[in-house]
């Protein structure tokens, strides 16, 4: 039992990882962590199934634990689903096999027993080989493992044999997840499973080989593959009826803040006394201290966007053309008319955002370009269209709808988009009542394709990079009615191309 408490030892400073907080709550959580048995609603349900376990491992008359040897290897301390079965019908008051394999997926489903080599706490009536857990990882102590436990036994695992140990996919996943969630502190935690690689590494090989499973099968209870049942949560009704507060960390922790978790659950047979009340108090005074906010998120967040737009704040950055309403100089007014080349800090900027890109008219008319190329134009006509729907007057409104919708959406429609099933039900529902806002749902389908696809495939273009390295220079942009007339010249200032659209 001692070599558990050792490869374990990563629970005890748990309490010092996370968010400051006072030393009440830490008791609280801890005096669970390490066993209020006796006050768990499933107590007796554990009872009765750890004396049928009990019984099973008996050395004389109990399921036959054996090490298997195979081709350059043993499997230690194993048994099959098979013999398993045989010594429940044998040894048990069950009156056939379907209900003897029944009674052992719940005991598995618990974690008393599972397979050596799955994920699914299930039993089969086949060679299948199983294995005991260790009294030390029993339901019945009461384990709430944290999410600093998983990503330290993920951590660990990631170090150690990969052809044997290797984590499944949702098991990356939620070592990804962890690894973000605890990106402050992650250096703690790999220190932590390095520290216990270690210690598992001076084992002989076949203890290692029990031990690894058995902690893997902890794991598989306390935190199941997607899919499987979660056995270690409590029912609300039992705590209901005895009368009692529902134990975890994250109740004991909102019960010991002094916050009701609810009315039938947490006042049931509590007594309200000046000392209570005085606790809540200091336990609340405590919680005004503590920071809710992530500020290093947000400060992060700040520099990011500060950083982003720095070349670009007149504050820092001499702008190119100065405000014309604090001087005399109306070359801001006239840049688009004068036959000056475009700055490649002015071009760099559409690459921030789709947003940036469609507000620059010389960006806009060069992403038109590029999506003529790409056959997928109307896309972007198609927005701009249903943005000038929402400024018209009230009384143009139906008329524009209808257009739109005989341009763009109807079945013979003559420049026609391509929107999902979804949005597309929604809009022909809502032509039912035209309004400016009828093609909301269609608009931002397309203008999300755009941005997920159309405007990172433009970025990657060479049509945007050579724009951007000078190859090719916006000299003249001017705008008659609804129609825009782009002149292109190359570098030495010969006519080159007109394009009208």
Known sequence: MERWRTSCLHRKPETNVGCAGSSNEEA???????????????????????????????????????????????????????DLILWMIKNLDVEDQVEALHLAHLIAAHGYFFPIDDHILTVKNDNTFYRFQTPYFWPSNCWEPENTDYAVYLCKRTMQNKTRLELADYEAENLARLQKMFSRKWEFIFMQAEAQSKVDKK?????????????????????????????????????????????????????????????????????????????????????????????????EAFVAYFEQYLEYDAFFVAPEYTNPWISDNQEFWEQEKQAKDISARRVKRWAFSLKELLQDAIGREHFVKFLDKEFSGENLKFWEAVQILKTLP??????????????????????????????YEITKKNMENPERWSFDCASNHVYHLMKSDSYSRYLRSDMYKEFLNGS?????????????????????????LVDRY
């Open 203 to 299: 084992r002989d090989k076949l203890e290692r080989k029990v031990l690894d499973s058995q902690e893997r099968a902890f794991w598989d209870v306390h935190r199941p593959m997607p899919g499987c049942v979660n056995t270690t949560e409590i029912d609300i009704k039992k705590a209901c009826q005895m009368n009692k507060p529902i134990y975890g960390v994250k109740n004991t922790q909102a019960s010991a803040q002094g916050i009701k978790i609810s009315p039938s659950t947490s006042d049931l047979g509590s007594k309200t006394t000046t000392e209570n009340i005085k606790k809540q108090i200091t336990l609340l005074k405590a919680r005004l201290d503590r920071r809710n906010i992530k500020v290093s998120k947000v400060a």
């Open 472 to 496: 090719k220079k916006k000299v003249n942009y001017f705008r008659e009615g609804d129609t825009f007339n782009c002149v292109v010249f190359s570098k030495k200032r010969n006519y080159h």
């Open 394 to 423: 009230q009384s143009q409104v139906q008329e524009k709808v209808n257009e739109i919708w005989a341009e763009f959406l109807a079945p013979d429609a003559s420049c026609p988009i391509n929107v999902d099933s979804r949005s």
């Open 28 to 82: 609280v959580v801890a005096s669970y962590q390490t066993g209020n048995s006796e006050d768990s609603p499933n107590i007796l349900l554990y009872k009765k199934m750890e004396k049928i376990v009990e019984k099973m491992q008996d050395e004389a008359t109990g399921v036959p634990v054996r090490t298997v040897k195979s081709f350059m290897s043993k499997i230690p301390s194993v048994f099959t689903g098979s």
